[in-house]
């Protein structure tokens, strides 16, 4: 019943930039805390950036300066703007929402970045 389907991963050079979508569905989108994971090759999940139900925004440091995370309740969408892209942002990205108790997430898109 409930989908997270992130999209707008791909390959692109260092320095590039890329938009990753998540659109949701099965759940009340504005009432959730909305975040952005992401897992690279052989390592664990790690929170790369947090928006909650009111807007209020949090970016874990190596995204700090590159990466913006925006949400659009009326599309029931959560974004994630990254520029300025290093080879060790590659990593497979997650998109997560939360609300008390309750965690779902998404199925990942692949985010390749090359030097």
């Known amino acids: 019943q409930v989908q997270l389907v992130e999209s707008g991963g791909g390959l692109v050079q260092a320095g590039g930039s890329l938009r990753l979508s998540c659109a949701a569905s099965?759940?009340?989108?504005?009432?959730?805390?909305m975040s952005w994971y992401r897992q690279p090759p052989e390592k664990q999940r790690e929170l790369v950036a947090t928006i909650t139900n009111g807007a209020t925004t949090f970016h874990t440091e190596p995204a700090k300066g590159r990466f913006t995370i925006s949400r659009d309740n009326a599309k029931n969408t959560v974004y994630l703007q990254m520029n300025s892209l290093k080879p060790e942002d590659t990593a497979v990205y997650y998109c997560?929402?939360?609300?008390?108790?309750?965690?779902?997430w998404g199925q990942g898109t692949q985010v390749t970045v090359s030097s």
């Open positions: 099965g759940i009340r989108f504005s009432l959730y805390d």
């Open positions: 997560k929402a939360a609300l008390l108790g309750k965690v779902y």
